[in-house]
């Protein structure tokens, strides 16, 4: 895989909406913290466009985007928010620009398409948060819930592989496995299934997340997933955060319970509550990129392999 290079100072960074609408009071508080963190701004056209429920029509969020693909000087694209859009710029996009000039792509939820359309093409990109965590700013020193990821994708962005350390979950299998990283939201990896995205290399570590998903749609796209023969070649499962739900006890079963189910009869190392997701808490990680994951009484360890 190949990774893009670390930031400088001074560096070029673009903020665009591939997808969902946007308040822009959020995309000018994104803008000042990475201005903050020493790097230059620049809007896309359409980054606060109202169109429906998108940014923009497609062609005003394909233009953004493929711009800063294109874009020699621009060293990492901020995706402002998810919510739904992004499917329909995926055939449209050319990647001919970025694999000359690779840089980094950080977003999550409805941006797993496009992480997945980078990890097809052999790149590293980050999942992580967008505008709305963006635009907490900077605290140094202060390492909080709200804070903690915003650190790490700053080092991240900056060259630095801080290894990740969560606590124990009850439910937690232990184990140890090495492999790529890839995943993201559930729903998204689900609606790629059958098409030339659907691409979970055999022995990856595999992350879920997803928000407002009743407890039978999760039982069935895990069970989809173990159908197809995607569960039985991981290498490892990391459970992150399943959001703005309610348990449903007609299932006798808790989302947690039923995910762990699906992956029963196999004997890969398993980790849950991975804060992950649309919470507060959601630390980026390195989609695509290889790390040695551990699970033991101390609780989940995950280190980025880098040689």
Request: net charge negative.
């Amino acid at each position: 895989m190949i990774v893009p290079k670390p930031l400088q100072p001074n560096d070029l960074v673009r903020l665009v909406s591939p997808a969902g609408v946007i308040d822009p009071l959020l995309v000018e508080g994104a803008a000042a913290t990475l201005r903050q963190w020493g790097w230059r701004v620049q809007i896309g056209r359409s980054a606060t466009a109202i169109h429906g429920r998108y940014a923009g029509d497609v062609e005003a969020r394909r233009h953004d985007l493929q711009e800063a693909l294109d874009d020699p000087d621009c060293k990492a694209i901020f995706c402002t928010r998810g919510g739904y859009g992004s499917i329909h710029l995926v055939d449209m996009l050319s990647l001919d620009g970025f694999k000359q000039w690779p840089k980094w792509l950080i977003g999550f939820s409805d941006i797993t398409l496009l992480h997945s359309l980078l990890q097809h093409n052999g790149y590293v990109s980050i999942h992580g948060g967008m505008a709305k965590r963006l635009a907490q700013g900077d605290a140094p020193g202060l390492f909080t819930p709200n804070q903690e990821p915003l650190l790490l994708l700053r080092q991240l962005l900056s060259g630095q592989r801080p290894p990740l350390i969560f606590p124990g979950h009850s439910m937690n299998r232990q184990g140890k496995a090495t492999g790529p990283l890839r995943g993201g939201n559930l729903s998204i990896l689900l609606s790629l299934r059958g098409t030339y995205l659907d691409e979970i290399p055999a022995s990856s570590l595999l992350f879920i997340e997803d928000v407002g998903e009743k407890p039978y749609a999760i039982d069935r796209m895990m069970h989809n997933l173990k159908m197809g023969g995607v569960l039985e070649r991981l290498g490892g499962l990391l459970v992150g955060q399943f959001s703005d739900f309610e348990e449903d006890p007609l299932m006798h079963k808790t989302v947690y319970e039923l995910i762990a189910d699906a992956v029963a009869a196999y004997d890969y190392p398993v980790c849950f509550d991975l804060p992950v997701g649309h919470t507060e808490r959601n630390v980026p990680l390195l989609s695509g990129q290889p790390v040695e994951l551990t699970i033991n009484d101390a609780g989940t360890h995950l280190l980025y392999i880098t040689d």
